[in-house]
């Protein structure tokens, strides 16, 4: 994240509300009650860092 002073916040904020309005039906869902959930991350090849076949 970045620290931005106030004007700048409220003229980005302002330019991503009319640009990017909200969608309703990506609104999450709420339920009711306490939930475990399991996250699972793995390692993503970045360009330039793939492997490729015969090469060193």
Do not use: C, K, N
């Not at 990017?20 to 306490?34: I, K, S």
């Not at 996250?39 to 076949?53: F, H, K, M």
């Amino acid at each position: 994240m970045v620290e931005l002073p106030p004007a700048q916040a409220r003229t980005l904020s302002e330019y991503l509300a009319a640009h990017f309005p909200a969608h309703p039906q990506r609104r999450p869902t709420l339920v009711p009650g306490d939930f475990v959930i399991d996250i699972r991350e793995w390692l993503v090849p970045t360009l330039g860092l793939a492997q490729v076949p015969g090469r060193e």
